[in-house]
């Protein structure tokens, strides 16, 4: 029997309604922490990535952790990208607005009301750190204009690029935009921007830079005496259903926390999580890869068993395979599917005919692959995937094909 080795990977498309856009969230039902459904784009032809970050309204590191290994500055129109659309909520009072600084997200949670927004937002470099703690806006501000601080002006000349003025009026060329939210913390801001390519980078002098759309977006609808809260979380749990996941992105650069320092971190913050839930099932094996990974994606890596008995949480020896469920956006119909955790991909397999058909992958098993339809391989979750490829008999109707451990494919014909 005559045989192709074809490599697989993604290739789907997101409707452009996807844009108008992932900012308004259903808070979670009561004991559940995470929002949002992870999401697949495949990039216009020399799209780059910032390109990419101001067409979805993305943050810029956000999409680098998701899709590590990506080429910026020239993506693949053949490859999709995740967009990590699905999130945690940060520890603590559900309220007010809180900043995460690690994740470069800033979660607003709308006064009697079931709803949450989330926007990526630029924070302050490591030399220009944004303060943690809690603060009220004090005042809003439309058009406002600049008055930057000395050790700006300074700065600015010492870095080649001319002398500030001392004011800067509202304007093109104003770098806070159109919007300011400030706050009882002197000469920290909520604000927008000028130009949009530092959204979701360490950029700022310490305040929190908005797309101009979502500052004003979010200025519509906060009161002045609304509480602002910065915080420094790099790992966050959260239960969906009875599912525990864990979110991880990289820490501060100041903080200088190793892997191992941070996989040490995750350890101590889930057996504090998992106090009220003594009889949890937890696989260590997959918090500490996802302590390595830092990709910002919400991932499983335990079930949730409440009880009443005083013991530690039940170690998962093997890494058994799970789900998360995600949208993928077509412009003909939206599918669910599972999301492969490692590595967080979908694979779509698009064969020409009349009616649609899928099945579920399951490494190292044969399946029937129809030979009519779109196939829809939804990869499963395993800890440690080998590379492979994948081998389908040709022009053989219905032939069973070996998927063997799961890794980044491509079909290529």
Not at 98 to 116: A, G, Q, W
């Amino acid at each position: 029997m005559k045989f192709k080795r074809i490599l697989l990977s993604v290739s789907l498309l997101i409707s452009s309604a996807y844009a108008q856009k992932h900012v308004e969230y259903i808070q979670p039902a009561k004991g559940d922490d995470v929002i949002g459904e992870i999401m697949y784009v495949t990039p216009k032809r020399h799209e780059s990535l910032v390109d990419l970050t101001i067409r979805y309204e993305m943050g810029y590191e956000e999409l680098k952790w998701a899709n590590p290994g990506i080429n910026a500055w020239m993506l693949s129109d053949t490859a999709p990208l995740v967009l990590p659309t699905q999130f945690i909520l940060p520890a603590g009072k559900r309220s007010g607005i809180v900043s995460n600084i690690p994740e470069m997200r800033t979660y607003y949670f709308l006064k009697d009301s079931d709803k949450v927004y989330v926007y990526p937002v630029g924070v302050g470099r490591m030399d220009w750190k944004t303060p943690l703690g809690s603060w009220a806006i004090t005042r809003k501000q439309e058009n406002p204009a600049w008055y930057p601080p000395e050790s700006i002006r300074k700065e600015h000349v010492e870095m080649g690029r001319g002398v500030l003025p001392k004011v800067v009026p509202a304007g093109p060329d104003n770098p806070l935009g159109t919007r300011v939210l400030r706050l009882a913390l002197p000469s920290y801001l909520l604000h927008g921007t000028n130009e949009q390519t530092g959204i979701g980078m360490r950029v700022t002098h310490g305040c929190m830079r908005f797309y101009p759309q979502h500052i004003e977006h979010i200025y519509e609808m906060v009161p002045t005496n609304t509480m602002v809260t910065f915080l420094n979380e790099p790992v966050k749990y959260g239960f969906l259903g009875n599912d525990l996941l864990i979110e991880v992105h990289p820490p501060l650069e100041e903080d200088e926390l190793s892997t191992a320092e941070l996989q040490n971190n995750a350890l101590a913050l889930l057996e504090k999580y998992l106090e009220p839930y003594p009889e949890s099932s937890v696989n260590y094996d997959m918090v500490k890869l996802a302590a390595q990974q830092q990709s910002g994606i919400p991932v499983i890596v335990g079930q949730k068993v409440a009880s009443s008995r005083s013991q530690a949480p039940q170690v998962s020896q093997q890494a058994d395979h799970q789900s998360l469920p995600v949208l993928i956006s077509t412009e003909a119909e939206t599918h669910s599917a599972p999301i492969y955790q490692e590595k967080v991909e979908q694979i779509i397999h698009q064969v020409p005919a009349k009616e649609a058909a899928s099945i579920t992958l399951q490494p190292k098993v044969n399946q029937k692959v129809p030979t009519n339809g779109e196939l829809i391989i939804q990869q499963e979750i395993r800890l440690t995937p080998d590379p492979a490829t994948i081998i389908v008999p040709e022009s053989v109707p219905d032939e069973e094909v070996l998927f063997p451990e799961p890794s980044s494919y491509r079909f290529n014909y």
